[in-house]
Each structure stands twice: as C-alpha cells, then as structure tokens.
C-alpha cells in the first residue's frame, strides 16, 4: 500500500507563536513530526507551510516542503491545496498528521492509511476505548460513536452514547457501564484526494460551527468517515506553553 503523510504547519499561534519552530532537542517542532512519520511506511512526507522561515527549515532537514497559502481556514483546507500543487491523483492516500504532534506514533499513521484502503471510504480516522468517567464527561475530548461496520455516526464533545440508566443510578457519573461502547476521537485522518479536492466545495454545516468538529462537515455532507480502534493513546501533543516547556524536558532526556 503506498500513501502520502502531509504535516500542515501553521506559523502564527495565539498561544504559541511561530510553534513549528519550537526547539526540542536542537530540532525545530515540525522536522520531529516528520521524522516521526518517515517511519510510518509513507513513500512521501511533505511539509506544508506558510511560512519562509519554517520552509527554510524543513529543507535544511532535507525534508520536501510546500509554500501554501497564509489564508486557510483549516489543515484540510491546506491539504487540499498540497494536493493540487503535487499534482496527485484522485486515488491518492493522504493521511494528515499535525504538526504539533511530535511523539506520534508512526503505527498510528499506517493504521488510519491501512483503514481508508480497505473500508472503501472517502475519509478514515481513528479512536481509542473510553474507561474514564472524567474523561468521558471532558468537553475538550472528543467522542464517536460508530455504526456496526465502523463507520461514524457522530462525534461530540457532548459525552455520547449516554448511559441513560446507569447514570440515573449514579448521579455523580463517577463510573462508566463496564460495556459501554465509548470511543476518545484521536485526530488523525487519511483521506482520498478527491475528497480534499471536493472539501474546499462543500458548505459548512450547522453541527461543526457548534461543536467546533470540522469533520462534521463531511458527515452532514453525507461521506463516509471509517473509525479503526486503536490499542493506545498517542503520545502528548503541543498546544500550550505548559507542553512546550513540558515537551523540552522530555526531549532533554532522550
């Protein structure tokens, strides 16, 4: 199976400014994500970016880099334009990994390629068990709920599906049904690149202004999303200075 992985990075940040550049270990952010994802499998890994200086970078790294525009909304949007500029193929596998994950899991990224080739969708993701009540009620982790071939039916920061007599029974919500078919949303998609080649076309829907889930664009739209159920979590990504700083120590140590 072949694939492409694309690492959007985005210079600006509010809460970290030009963070694909953070140091870790004496390497800039966005060359530990692809270092990462060279080990998935991927015949190619590009960097896309909107930035001179984060070009500049990946290519001393030997890395192949795309300059894409300052103005998306989205990675998607980003990847759409990658796949116009690289001139790939409708039935191109693009599997988008973000640039502020650089402890990713390289089986990670081959698993959610593996799963678009074999489900026949347009997009597919993956997901991870839910067992921790807290967790399961966070509005900052997201949730799926899947059909019985593994397609999504909806993701939510609302806590889905909701266990209407268990938590009847325990009005704390301490405890999860130990059979509860609760699933964390883990933010890595493939896609096919007709796909990314139709998003920029689609309207938003009501759903992803709501919940703030830009994949509910694609549902509403009537695509099919195909879930794999991963065995582990990802490693931390970087969205904050506390894991940044968190995130230098770490790689102090290795």
């Known amino acids: 199976m072949r694939f492409k992985v694309v690492i959007p990075a985005r210079y600006a940040s509010t809460r970290l400014p030009a963070k694909p550049l953070l140091d870790l270990g004496g390497r800039p952010m966005v060359v530990r994500v692809a270092e990462r994802a060279l080990l998935s499998g991927a015949d190619e890994v590009l960097v896309a970016t909107d930035h001179a200086e984060v070009v500049a970078s990946a290519e001393h790294y030997g890395l192949r880099v795309l300059l894409t525009r300052a103005d998306h909304a989205s990675g998607t949007d980003r990847l759409a334009e990658v796949v116009e500029l690289a001139g790939w193929s409708d039935d191109t596998i693009v599997v988008n990994v973000q640039g502020d994950e650089p402890l990713i899991d390289p089986a990670l990224i081959a698993m959610t390629a593996t799963r678009l080739a074999t489900s026949g969708a347009e997009i597919a993701t993956v997901a991870h068990p839910l067992t921790d009540a807290a967790d399961f009620f966070n509005p900052h982790i997201v949730k799926v709920v899947c059909a019985a071939g593994g397609d999504a039916l909806y993701f939510s920061r609302a806590p889905i599906p909701y266990a209407r007599d268990h ?7 301490e405890t999860l049904p130990a ?20 998003y920029s076309r689609l309207t938003a829907s009501p759903l992803e202004a709501l919940e703030a889930l830009e994949q509910l664009r694609a549902l509403w739209h009537g695509f099919r999303i195909s879930v794999a159920i ?7 990504g970087v969205d904050t200075p506390e894991d940044a700083r968190r995130m230098q120590e770490w790689f102090k140590k290795v």
């Not at 938590?167 to 919500?173: L, Q, S, Y």
């Not at 059979?179 to 139709?198: E, V």
């Open 179 to 198: 059979d509860m078919p609760a699933f964390r949303h883990i933010g890595l998609y493939a896609y096919r690149a007709r796909f990314l080649r139709t």
């Open 230 to 236: 991963a065995d582990h979590l990802p490693g931390a």
């Open 167 to 173: 938590f009847a029974r325990e009005t704390g919500g």
